[in-house]
């Protein structure tokens, strides 16, 4: 913008203002301050801007070109693998629009009360449900709170490995892969990736038996895993990372807890997963929420990154206050010097998902999880009779479970583009990811899920195959 010209949205580009803010940094002009970016780099000719549109020209160009897309308004949807389309009751869209949240970005410990109370229900309401006592505010997402546990772990035993399942999202396992820093870093992590059985998609232990030594830091896995099988080796891969001094993080979607076990109760220390299904509608290019949670022991208390909101009697009686505690250890309080840096805040979340959870309770979410797994399976049973797809592991899985289309021989690329003629959004096709596993997708099932879908979408396979 011209020295000369004041911005009609910024107050301080006013002129006068500008020279005021260069002679104190003391610079004599704006283009003193890119000098550190070589010439080669900058662009040197105008930009060809389309012409400027008024607010209402504006927003009939922006929906034009919104209307491309198709969404799961439209079409019905069987993609998963990240973030799932579960139903977002209409209460906790009305709670996290209301001025005090959206407002409320941070502001000082000592203000914005019922915004450190809605934070401190969501950790003792998710506390409840994993059946731990400690849990921190949200972090970006599922793979940050993997990656932040996993660094976590190596700060307490001070080991430098961590083995990881390689039945893993590939997007999460990138971003652990970030957390645990290059080879050329003093605090790199490695990685060592453990095997899966093929046949059944649990963990191989013997793999992990010969990996987890002296070395390891933790046992990272997920259950159910990225593949939708239900981990139940759990307390004998816990046993194995015990036995070598190794922690053990186990990953898990909370909306399966109303149906299975908590995974302390097969031995985890430290667990974390997403918030996403407690009331949060997918969205592409934000954080969709990640929590870390473990026992209230000072081992791991300190050594969490995120803030921690702690409940405490005033001196009126029946009087109860919200406040930070542990600080000084995140990098809000230390800055670089603070256990790590948790980066973007997704806390609006933690008040949408703190409602989805007071209004489903124990036995909501029990009923929500017996629907996903009574609709997942049929789903796969009716999948499953269509010549030439095979449900590669059909039993104890639950919300998604994968589908090979080996002899039907049409590409999982194939039959998706031909389903989305018929109005479906077909599984995640896994051929790249996981070729051992051939032409192959995932499926995901959950409770906004009908019968008359899944019917639907099998009819619509029958067809497509049959072409």
């Given at each position: 913008?011209?020295?000369?010209?004041?911005?009609?949205?910024?107050?301080?580009?006013?002129?006068?203002?500008?020279?005021?803010?260069?002679?104190?940094?003391?610079?004599?002009?704006?283009?003193?301050?890119?000098?550190?970016?070589?010439?080669?780099?900058?662009?040197?000719?105008?930009?060809?801007?389309?012409?400027?549109?008024?607010?209402?020209?504006?927003?009939?160009?922006l929906l034009s070109i919104l209307s491309k897309n198709k969404t799961t308004e439209q079409y019905l949807n069987f993609l998963g693998?990240?973030?799932?389309?579960?139903?977002?009751?209409?209460?906790?869209?009305?709670?996290?629009?209301?001025?005090?949240?959206?407002?409320?970005?941070?502001?000082?410990?000592?203000?914005?009360?019922?915004?450190?109370?809605?934070?401190?229900?969501?950790?003792?309401?998710?506390?409840?449900?994993?059946?731990?006592?400690?849990?921190?505010?949200?972090?970006?997402?599922?793979?940050?709170?993997?990656?932040?546990?996993?660094?976590?772990?190596?700060?307490?035993?001070?080991?430098?490995?961590?083995?990881?399942?390689?039945?893993?999202?590939?997007?999460?396992?990138?971003?652990?892969?970030?957390?645990?820093?290059?080879?050329e870093m003093p605090s790199h992590i490695t990685v060592r990736l453990i095997d899966y059985d093929p046949a059944t998609g649990l963990i191989d232990l013997e793999h992990l038996r010969a990996t987890v030594g002296a070395n390891t830091a933790a046992v990272y896995f997920e259950t159910p895993s990225y593949l939708g099988v239900i981990e139940h080796q759990g307390a004998e891969i816990a046993a194995i990372a015990h036995a070598a001094g190794a922690e053990v993080i186990v990953g898990v979607d909370p909306i399966s807890l109303g149906v299975l076990a908590a995974p302390i109760d097969f031995g985890a220390d430290i667990v974390v997963g997403t918030t996403q299904p407690l009331g949060v509608h997918m969205n592409c290019g934000g954080g969709v929420s990640g929590f870390i949670a473990s026992r209230d022991e000072e081992r791991y208390a300190h050594q969490y990154p995120t803030l921690f909101i702690s409940i405490a009697p005033t001196t009126k009686p029946g009087e109860y206050g919200f406040g930070l505690s542990l600080f000084e250890q995140s990098s809000y309080g230390l800055r670089d010097k603070g256990n790590d840096w948790t980066g973007h805040s997704v806390y609006m979340w933690a008040i949408a998902n703190a409602v989805y959870m007071a209004m489903m309770g124990p036995q909501g979410f029990e009923d929500v999880g017996g629907v996903i797994l009574q609709r997942?399976?049929?789903?796969?049973?009716?999948?499953?009779?269509?010549?030439?797809?095979?449900?590669?592991?059909?039993?104890?899985?639950f919300k998604e479970f994968v589908v090979n289309f080996d002899t039907t021989g049409h590409s999982v690329a194939d039959i998706?583009?031909?389903?989305?003629?018929?109005?479906?959004?077909?599984?995640?096709?896994?051929?790249?990811?996981?070729?051992?596993?051939?032409?192959?997708?995932?499926?995901?099932?959950?409770?906004?899920?009908?019968?008359?879908?899944?019917?639907?979408?099998?009819?619509?396979?029958?067809?497509?195959?049959?072409?």
């Open positions: 913008m011209s020295l000369h010209v004041a911005h009609p949205y910024m107050a301080n580009s006013v002129p006068a203002l500008k020279q005021e803010m260069l002679d104190s940094i003391g610079v004599d002009s704006i283009e003193q301050l890119f000098q550190q970016i070589p010439a080669e780099h900058r662009l040197k000719r105008p930009i060809n801007l389309p012409p400027a549109l008024n607010e209402t020209q504006l927003r009939r160009h693998a990240g973030s799932w389309q579960h139903h977002v009751p209409a209460a906790c869209d009305e709670v996290v629009r209301r001025n005090e949240w959206l407002t409320s970005v941070f502001g000082e410990p000592s203000s914005d009360h019922g915004r450190n109370q809605a934070w401190f229900e969501f950790c003792s309401q998710l506390g409840e449900l994993l059946n731990m006592d400690l849990v921190g505010l949200p972090v970006r997402s599922w793979g940050c709170a993997a990656g932040h546990a996993i660094r976590m772990a190596t700060r307490i035993n001070g080991r430098n490995e961590v083995a990881i399942v390689r039945a893993i999202d590939p997007e999460r396992l990138s971003v652990i892969r970030n957390y645990c820093e290059p080879v997942a399976h049929y789903a796969a049973k009716l999948l499953g009779q269509i010549p030439g797809v095979r449900v590669t592991f059909p039993s104890g899985f998706n583009k031909r389903l989305l003629d018929l109005g479906i959004f077909g599984g995640k096709d896994l051929t790249r990811d996981f070729p051992e596993l051939g032409a192959s997708a995932l499926y995901c099932v959950t409770e906004v899920h009908t019968q008359a879908d899944l019917e639907r979408l099998a009819a619509a396979l029958k067809e497509v195959i049959a072409q």
